[in-house]
């Protein structure tokens, strides 16, 4: 579904993405893991399309499409979705009228007709409960004032009502409790499918506890160095990244 | 401020303008007219660099697209159910080329609630409410457009509310320049005055007919006795050739309260002086500004709030969004004089630039003399928030309807604080239409 191949890219003058390779099949879980400043949120947001990058090098087909060739916009509307590491705020604009534009929009962009206010209530309803997120905080105004694990947790609501088929979680379990974390990971897990796929970015070994990989690979001065199983992560977590950093210097 | 009475070409407009006012004055002998026409005629028009009129060229503008020398054309608009407020029920006085038109208005609330005349009317029947208060409020010593106005207005209303009258319709006053046949030039002036408790909402709003070059100049003066509650609702959406000033002075009493709302939604050029007398303790003032700017419109408010006595409470908003080559000006005065104690005044105006040609120049001035109170402000000038763009772009909504969504946002904190639903729902209509918003 999606196929990287040695990607390069750059933001400024300073070039962060050194040849990123990288297979991800309908139904399979990927962790990139990796020290800070390895690249790995440049790679979620070059991959969702944010502009500030630059790519210079290198293709992404998605589900058979060019994605390097598509707007922000496009490429959520062909199935893929980035859950923020940092949502941003926005006064003004409440969750539920954000949501509806886009999964309307979205349905536009595959020839549905608009959900009229009812049946979005009720999708909205059902996929609320997914995430064990309160209506009270979709009425208010998208992010303002919530707190980190309300933050993701909207994030994963989002993900829920726009069903893609491949999900990039951009450091997701940073700066959430236990129990936000376990919160967030089941609503991920409810959401996998054999069709759909999710790559996990994270620093740490915990989230994968609860969202299980497939595959673990690591990021590291803007290249994959090191590719696994979930094991992998385990001895990260065990041995920190010094190792592979070690290993990066000899080779 | 020394005198600056040069005028920016070799046109002498200021002595135009008093031909021009002297041709249509009534009664010559009127003392407070001849002694305005002497004050403009000493004044002259604001020359580009007076520090209040620097970003704003009325005066120029005024010579380069006016001739004043067309008589006052009888109105030709015969239906103008196109300008009024669709939905609100409430009293219509329409006034077309600065003349009143009582074919086009109606009174509906009943006479213990509101009390309407002709400003001429009552102050030629030496009316003792109104020579109380009429042109005791407006500065018109050192405001030449002020003292045009006083010299030379043609018509206007005298509003009175009874003490603890509850006017539960609004009034609305439509200022029509009909300017197909030829320039129009209307000059009006207004006297209000809310009695002890009661409560009044009022709506200035202006349109134009015709391609023609149109000028009004509108003073207001407004008081607002104890206990009064006055909602004031000023709405410019006029896509004709709108050059106007606009002066309004509110002078509150102790316990008091005045929301006001200024939306300059299009014209070319709008000046707008709005200032709050707070002359008593217990007052609490809103000022609420939007301007949302296309094309090559000029809007200028320039806002005061005094603070003449203690234990008085101000705030003021004021967001603007300039596009294309359009500019924006906001100057917000606030003075707390000595014995103004425990005063709470606040200040804020956001705005966001759309393009490299729009523009916006702000001013905050705080003159403070007092030493126990409260008082904060702040500007900001920016772009569009790229990184909420993105995030509304990432959920695969459009760019078109992403700026909408955020453009529209940053407007619904103004919007949000209308207090009448009829007029909330006309604003918001007109705001979703300039945004082009489909969501």
């Known amino acids: 579904m999606l196929s990287i191949k040695n990607l390069q890219a750059k933001i400024d003058d300073n070039q962060i993405l050194k040849g990123i390779n990288l297979e991800v099949k309908e139904g399979e879980v990927h962790a990139i893991m990796g020290p800070n400043g390895s690249g790995k949120s440049t790679l979620a947001s070059v991959l969702a399309g944010r ?55 979205m349905r536009a962009h595959r020839g549905q007709p608009a959900l009229d206010a009812v049946s979005f209530l009720s ?20 992010n303002e004032g919530f707190s980190g694990g309300e933050k ?9 009502m726009l069903e893609p088929r491949l999900a990039i979680l951009d450091e997701t379990d940073s700066g959430l409790d236990i129990d936000a974390l376990r919160i967030v990971s089941n609503g991920v897990n409810k959401l996998r499918t054999k069709n759909n796929a999710v790559i996990v970015v994270t620093h740490y070994q915990r989230l994968l506890e609860y969202i299980v990989p497939d595959f673990v690979h690591v990021l590291y001065k803007g290249k994959i160095v090191k590719s696994g199983t979930k094991e992998l992560a385990l001895e990260l977590e065990a041995k920190g990244y010094d190792w592979i950093k070690d290993e990066v210097a000899i080779a | 401020m020394p005198e600056m009475n040069l005028a920016t070409t070799d046109k002498n407009i200021a002595s135009e303008i008093s031909t021009f006012i002297q041709r249509r004055l009534a009664e010559p002998s009127d003392s407070v007219r001849a ?9 002259g028009l604001p020359h ?20 004043f020398q067309q008589p ?28 009143y038109s009582s074919s086009h208005s109606r009174i509906v609330s009943p006479a213990s609630e ?14 003792a409410l109104a020579l109380e208060h009429f042109n005791q409020h407006a500065d018109i010593r050192t405001n030449a457009f002020a003292a045009w106005n006083t010299a030379g207005w043609t018509a206007g209303v005298f509003i009175r509310v009874p003490d603890r009258a509850t006017v539960s319709k609004p009034v609305i006053l439509h200022y029509i320049n009909d300017a197909s046949a030829a320039e129009v030039i209307a000059v009006n002036r207004n006297l209000i005055a809310l009695g002890k408790g009661s409560q009044f909402t009022l709506v200035e709003k202006f349109d134009s007919a015709g391609a023609g070059n149109h000028f009004t100049n509108l003073v207001s003066e407004i008081t607002v006795a104890e206990n009064a509650c006055l909602d004031l609702y000023s709405i410019r959406n006029d896509n004709g050739n709108r050059y106007q000033f606009a002066q309004t002075d509110i002078h509150q009493k102790n316990s008091s309260r005045v929301n006001t709302y200024t939306f300059d939604l299009a014209g070319r050029l709008l000046r707008t002086n709005l200032h709050l007398h707070l002359d008593g303790e217990g007052i609490e003032s809103h000022m609420y500004g939007l ?12 806002t005061v709030v005094d603070h003449k006595k203690a234990h008085s409470f101000s705030n003021e908003l004021y967001k603007g969004i300039m596009d294309e080559s359009s500019k924006g000006v906001f100057n917000g005065k606030i003075f707390v004089r000595p014995q103004a104690q425990k005063t709470n005044a606040f200040q804020a105006n956001r705005n966001i630039l759309l393009s490299d040609k729009a523009a916006v120049n702000t001013k905050p001035q705080l003159e403070i003399w007092a030493d126990d109170v409260k008082c904060s402000h702040g500007c900001t000038t920016g772009q569009l928030d790229e990184e909420a763009m993105f995030y509304l772009r990432a959920r695969g909504i459009s760019r078109e309807a992403a700026r909408a969504m955020l453009l529209y946002a940053f407007s619904g904190e103004v919007v949000d604080k209308i207090g009448h639903e009829g007029i909330k729902s006309y604003i918001d209509r007109a705001i979703g239409e300039r945004f082009q918003k489909n969501f």
């Open chain 1, 51 to 105: 502009e500030e990058f630059e790519v210079v090098e290198g293709s992404v087909q998605f589900l058979g499409k060019d994605l390097l060739a598509m707007s922000p916009e496009e490429r959520a509307r062909e199935g893929l979705f980035m859950a923020f590491q940092y949502p941003v705020e926005i006064p003004g604009v409440s969750t539920i009228n954000f949501m509806k534009t886009a999964v309307n929009q």
């Open chain 2, 291 to 302: 301007y949302l700017l296309t094309g090559n419109t000029l809007a200028d408010n320039h």
């Open chain 2, 48 to 67: 580009p660099k007076h520090e209040e009129y620097k970003y704003t060229p009325l005066t120029r503008e005024l010579e380069n697209k006016f001739t």
């Open chain 2, 114 to 127: 509101l009390n309407v005349q002709s400003l001429e009317q009552a102050l030629a029947s030496k009316d």
């Open chain 1, 123 to 142: 999708l909205m309803k059902e996929r609320m409960k997914l995430v064990e997120i309160d209506q009270s905080l979709l009425n208010r105004a998208l």
């Open chain 2, 72 to 99: 006052a054309t009888a109105p030709s608009l015969k239906d103008v159910t196109q300008y009024l407020i669709p939905g609100v029920d409430a009293n219509i006085l329409v006034f077309i080329n600065g003349m």
């Open chain 1, 152 to 160: 993701k947790r909207n994030e994963i609501f989002q993900m829920a």
């Open chain 2, 35 to 43: 002694a305005a026409l002497e004050t403009f005629q000493r004044l």
